[in-house]
């Protein structure tokens, strides 16, 4: 895994909270100095969100590594990323204080890169999750989860944009995320972003990367799913342990590589928009929309910026090199 996916071992240290500059300067401070009544007030700010908040976000270790998780209500449910417990055969949830749970896969929905586990445990704190349409840009958020496996580490910092259309790779395209500063590193995924009303803004997904660093993290730059994506897609998992109103649109194809030359159908839903529209395996995706497609990753971009229901024209390479353009009523992915 690359980026934020990637997992280290487990190591655990006590929770330390930085009081940055440049989140004082966005509560307008500046430089006042520690002893200052409005500096005191906001460490406090921090030191009661960590304490408060702090046992909600939980470590959730695989065979092959680990990442963190929210609970998010009392019967045991906890919303994590997709790409944390994807194709685990075993997992176990550590909590805060360090006890340790078996846990068991509700649903996931990989489109939006998320996940719901549940543990047979009383006492869990849930969180509370905020209404992300009210996030703005300077707003103070505070990562919590366990990067590099260090139980529990805090991060500070603001949200810097709403940014739309965000590719994780793997054809895995977010339709919105929350950029941040706060530090995201490898095993943060899953936990949480959360502002100093104590509330969930989102979930820490993803750090970009820097080609001038060899494919480094970019300092600065992370994304998480706001919390909106998170509690409709997890509401959906807990109660029937699928997603049917995903609010994102489909094409109802399975698309591969082409080596930059268009996205090819390697399989198509039967019945679905592809299907009705005569879109067969073999054929070659180049546009959608009027918009270039040069492989899968760029047929998701495309899609995510789509709703279902619109109808848009998809340009084909058929397997005979042949060309054609169709009309397609997009379905809604589920």
Known sequence: MSRAKRISSVAAIAVAVAVLGAGLAARGIGTTSASSPSTAKLQTEYISL?????????????????GS?????????????????????????VTSSGKQYPATLVGTF????????????SGLPPATFANSSNLQVGDIVMAIGN??????????????????????????????????????NPGNSGGALVNLQQQVVGIPTLAATDPQLGGGAAPGIG??????????????????????????????????????????????????????AGIKPGDVIVAVGGNSVTGQQALADVLVTLKPGQQVTVDLVHSDGSKASVPVTLGQYA
């Open 50 to 66: 960590v304490h408060d908040v702090g046992p909600s976000v939980v470590m959730i270790v695989t065979p092959t590594g680990l």
């Open 69 to 93: 998780g929210i609970v998010y209500n009392a019967q045991g449910d906890i919303v994590t990323n997709n790409h944390v417990v994807a194709n685990a055969q075993a997992l176990q949830v």
């Open 110 to 121: 990989p489109p939006d890169d998320l996940a719901v586990i549940r543990v047979q445990a």
């Open 147 to 184: 990067p590099l496996g260090l139980q529990s580490s805090v991060t500070q910092g603001i949200v810097s944009a709403m940014r739309t259309a965000i590719p994780e790779g793997n054809g895995v395209t977010l339709p919105s995320a929350i950029q941040t500063t706060a530090a995201i």
């Open 223 to 276: 994304f998480a799913i706001p919390s909106n994506t998170v509690t409709s897609i997890a509401g959906q998992l807990i109660k029937s342990g699928t997603v049917t109103n995903s609010g994102r649109a489909t094409l109802g194809v399975s698309a591969a590589n082409t080596g930059g030359s268009g996205a090819l159908v390697s399989s198509v839903k039967s019945g679905g928009p592809a299907d009705q």
